[in-house]
């Protein structure tokens, strides 16, 4: 089966700390997506890429980092820097038509 | 800068009756409308879409109705059923463009 598959589910980081979210799909999307969501504020985007090698800031890109070396894989690194980092995160990649996104099921990241 | 809102955080309704689902936007550019529904720990799942070009798409019990002069498109549900209950995003994009989302309304459908 074809989808996008998000590691993990849950996951717990110390103050400080930075930590990377995993997104892999086997759609073979070109294009994928980092969405963050909190409550009253829909999902707001991260970083997206259109093609490996390439990626580009979204709306709330500061604290994140991102790599797309390959076309399945495309890896959140949430530093120290980000201020606010609890959240559900949510990775997305659209087919080469670009309108309907596909998601994984997401990453609830919680600081302690 | 909001350019896709969902002005209702929620909405209740009762088995069997329509739900209504509003959103507006800003951005004259978009030209492709699409609604998700979310589950709580779960990804969004793609509900049905419009072109800027049509008014109307219907798919089952959903429909949506896109008034561009008015920048607003709606949701359908009918009839409503308990497992409709979860958080809808309307969702815009430009040219294929990344897609922008609104706030999300909770719908709950009561039995």
């Known amino acids: 089966d074809g989808g996008i598959t998000q590691s993990p589910k849950y996951l717990f980081r110390k103050e400080g700390q930075n930590v990377t979210l995993s997104c892999e799909q086997n759609l073979n999307h070109d294009a994928m997506y980092w969405y963050r969501q909190d409550p009253g504020q829909g999902l707001r985007l991260i970083y997206y890429s259109q093609i490996v090698n390439d990626f580009q800031k979204g709306d709330i890109a500061e604290g994140y980092s991102v790599s797309r070396e390959k076309k399945e894989s495309f890896p959140l690194t949430v530093t120290s820097a980000q201020k606010n980092p609890t959240a559900f995160y949510l990775c997305a990649s659209t087919p080469p038509s670009g309108f309907e996104a596909f998601f994984g099921q997401g990453t609830r990241l919680t600081v302690v | ?111």
């Open chain 2, 1 to 111: 800068d909001q350019q896709v809102k969902q002005n209702s955080p929620s909405l209740s309704v009762q088995e069997g009756r329509i739900s209504i689902l509003n959103c507006d936007y800003t951005n004259s550019m978009f030209d492709y409308f699409l609604w998700y529904k979310k589950y709580p720990a779960e990804g969004p799942t793609f509900l049905i879409s419009i072109s800027s070009i049509k008014d109307k798409n219907e798919d089952g019990r959903f429909t949506v109705f896109l008034n561009k002069s008015a920048k607003h498109l709606s949701l359908h549900i009918v009839p409503s059923q308990p497992g409709d209950s979860a958080v809808y995003f309307c969702a815009a994009s430009a040219q294929g463009n990344k897609l922008v989302f609104g706030a999300g309304t909770i719908l709950r459908v009561k039995s």
